[in-house]
């Protein structure tokens, strides 16, 4: 796989809405997957599971979509460039173990290497995200990113909204989208450990871009019984379509009541 990342752009109806997906991919280069340990490069653990698949509508609501197609433990695109670059999975653009506090690598990667992977995998997905957010901007002159993620643990709500503690975005937009959710029968938190990470915070200081980090929890479109195994769990079993279904009612009432 040769594409970092992949864009959906809409064929029609185009809206300043732009989603995201930086923890979906799982694609490890053969460079890198070298230095793993092969537990890891087996099951990726912490990864935004099929989330591709799961909202591959929006376009067809008008949305802008950007996916990383690459692991996360290749590079983290949802956290700032800051030393260490290479350590906690929670701080580190690339992390050292897993949010288990699992090695990752047989084999390290030295400051060369790591400076590449940044430069290849990470400024590339930002450079192009920003100019998504410039573009849409001028053409509407406002943007509502929508950075997507999902779950297992520690909460245990079906989605956790992050606004930075109502810092990234409109009480309407999160109001809106904390609705359509409860109304198809979710339990829905805002702001419970997972307030927003660096790209909600990162892009809301651009002004009239407002963002909103959701988190979806596994259980909610994954099989409970696939998520302890050492390998990724199915996607195409009648939970997930089903959820996929739902989510489309959900996302379509979000658009008409924003841009109603």
Known sequence: ???????????????????????SGMFVPSDISAQFIEEHLQSLPNTDWYLD?????L???????????????????????????FGSFWTSVIPEKTAFNRDIYQQKPNNEQIQQRIKKYYTSYHECLRALVEQKLEEFGK??????????????????LGNVNNQSCSESLIRVVENNFARHG????????????????????????ETLQIEVRYHVYL????????????????QFHGTKIKFYDVFSQIIAELFK
């Not at 099989?223 to 009648?238: A, F, M, R």
Request: glycine share 4%; hydrophobic share 35%.
């Open 143 to 160: 943007v509502y990113l929508l950075d997507l993620h999902s779950f297992f643990g520690p909460i245990t709500a079906d989605v956790c």
């Open 53 to 57: 698949k799961l909202y591959d509508f």
């Open 1 to 23: 796989m040769s594409d970092i990342f992949k864009i959906y752009q809409p064929q029609e109806n185009k809206l300043p809405v732009i989603a995201d997906l930086p923890h």
């Open 223 to 238: 099989q409970e019984d696939q998520l302890d195994l050492p390998k990724p769990p199915s996607w195409d079993i009648p």
């Open 186 to 209: 979710y339990q829905v938190v805002r702001n419970q450990i997972f307030n927003g990470g660096y790209i909600t915070r990162h892009y809301s200081q651009i002004p009239n871009v």
């Open 59 to 85: 376009p067809s609501l008008g949305v802008t979509v950007i996916q990383a197609t690459h692991s996360r433990y290749v590079v983290d695109l949802n956290r700032q460039i800051k030393e260490p670059t």
